[in-house]
């Protein structure tokens, strides 16, 4: 996506993060439960950039909980509506 080499020193931690958020989420719909929250919000966009990444794959491969939840929340339409492509759209517009 950046042209960016990925830096392998940071892998470790990058893991750990991902084996967090997937304990966090659990089994459930969303962070804190059945019901979209702040939290949701706050991840998603972060996770959506992230999945654009070469690194993705490795990392999200085990947690395949946060692989749904993000396709749950990037189906949502106001997330679909706030893209970088849909936000640069509407700046170009205006």
Known sequence: MMALTPDEAAMPKAR???AEL???LGGQSFF???TMTLADLLVAPQLAFFA???EWEVLSAPHKNLVAWLARME???SFGATTWERVTEMAQAA
């Open 16 to 18: 750990s993060v991902f």
């Open 22 to 24: 997937a304990r966090l």
């Open 32 to 34: 804190t439960g059945e």
């Open 52 to 54: 654009q990444t070469p």
């Open 75 to 77: 189906a949502r339409p």
